[in-house]
């Protein structure tokens, strides 16, 4: 387990940036700004770029990925086989937050 606490300008959404992790678990939690996340699962889409060691990229346009509006205090937990691009709003907006990362091991019965 360790957390990141991560400050960075938004983004517009990109087709091509759909993250996965296989191996970790991604907890987000927003400390300053508003950002968009955008959540699917990845079975049956098209690899942009491979897993490098942890994270994966996948093809995903709006239609059939979910908003996930993010605003200081809330949080949104990635499991590994969800797909999520945070950070998505106005380019002129900034955001502060905190990224926890849970190995899965931890997690099994």
Known sequence: ?????????????????LENHREFVDIQLLLEGVETIWWRTVDGLEVTEAYTPDIAFFRSGKEGSVPLPLAPGYFALFLPEEGHQPGVGDPADRVVKMVVKIHRSLLEA
């Open 1 to 17: 387990v360790y957390a990141m606490i991560q400050g960075y300008n938004l983004h517009e959404f990109n087709a091509d940036k």
